[in-house]
């Protein structure tokens, strides 16, 4: 699965790009789409584009991208997870702007940093001479094994293990810097055998 074979997503994710820019603040793309353009295996097509960013970056991205809202920036509690929320459609494209994003699973609870921590750490894939900075897969696999999505899970690890060296540093202070069942600790560890 190639994204130069995906032109309507390549158009959105380059106009989402362009604007969110203007912001001048820390901003990552994640989900489906940034585990495309990291070489994740993925069975089907990113069906949408998630943005993540800081709680307090919020209104500015959504300033931004206000051209193309269908909603404005709001808490969002919904069973597992709770982030400041808004949605957009770029170039026929859903895309969320998540912001100060936590999700919480059997003892696990988890924040997502992303200008204090992530943002450094992130990988840059350039489209079309324009940089991207993705969520990087150490935040990706935690994620979805906190929500119990093997096939997600399961691809990620595999890709963090060819280059564990990458990835090591980064997932342990996700790792120490939260708060973890031992069944999601178990499972991490079995999955990357360096953790």
């Known amino acids: 699965m190639n994204i130069d074979r995906m032109p309507e997503l390549e158009k959105s994710l380059l106009v989402a790009t362009e604007s ?3 912001a001048k603040t820390a901003w990552l793309l994640g989900g489906s789409c940034g585990l495309l353009l990291q070489g994740v295996k993925l069975d089907k097509a990113p069906r949408d584009i998630d943005i993540y960013t ?3 970056s919020v209104h500015k991205l959504h300033h931004e991208l206000n051209l193309w809202a269908e909603d404005s920036p709001h808490l969002d509690e919904e069973g597992m997870y709770k982030s400041v929320l808004s949605h957009y459609v770029i170039a026929d494209y859903p895309v969320e702007l998540v912001g ?23 990988p840059v894939y350039t489209l079309q001479h324009k940089p991207i900075r993705l ?5 990706e696999l935690v994620f979805n094994v906190l929500r119990n999505r093997r ?11 060819r280059k564990p060296e990458l990835h ?4 342990n202070t996700i790792l120490s810097h939260n708060k973890w069942d031992a069944s999601h600790l178990t499972i991490i560890q079995q999955l990357t055998s360096f953790s």
Do not use: N, T
């Not at 994003?101 to 200008?115: M, R």
């Not at 090591?168 to 997932?171: A, F, H, K, P, V």
């Open 100 to 122: 100060g994003f936590e999700i919480a699973s059997l003892g696990s609870q988890y924040k997502v940093k992303v200008s204090s921590l992530l943002y450094d750490r992130a």
């Open 135 to 139: 969520m990087p897969l150490s935040h």
């Open 168 to 171: 090591l540093d980064l997932l």
């Open 20 to 22: 969110l820019d203007k």
């Open 54 to 56: 800081d709680a307090e």
């Open 151 to 161: 096939d997600r899970y399961e691809a990620i690890a595999k890709e963090i293990r």
